[in-house]
């Protein structure tokens, strides 16, 4: 996240927020961590498009590019999860599917903030501040 840093978020529960609001700072790369699930995803930034699927724990996305997360796509179904994008706020996708992309694609808005919930771990690196722990 910009101006954040490099955060790990364990233990994930219902409403836990990975990332800010208010503050114009766009999510740059993510690490999912299945604990018992195998996760698959990926990430369309800002004039990238869509990176190479990561496998559980890989990283997706860049860093010190100052390119944006615009959306995100994992292969795993039944989990919930709300991004916080860019001019739009809150987005309630409820349970996704395997093909649910997550944010906007061709909008050129930034996902700000994501709150997860599920059986995993993830970090997200924030503009201008790094990793989260």
Known sequence: MK???N???KNIKKDTLIGTT????RLEAIRITGKESFYLYRVHQKSIGWSERAN????AGTTG?????EALEIKKSMFSVEPHVQSKGWVDYGMITKDTIIGTVGEKKRIECLCFEGDFE???????SGWTD
């Open 65 to 69: 590019k100052g390119l944006q997360m």
């Open 3 to 5: 101006e954040i840093g």
């Open 56 to 59: 559980n724990g890989e990283w």
């Open 122 to 128: 993830y970090r997200v690196h924030i503009q201008n």
């Open 22 to 25: 208010g503050q114009n700072r």
């Open 7 to 9: 955060k790990e978020y």
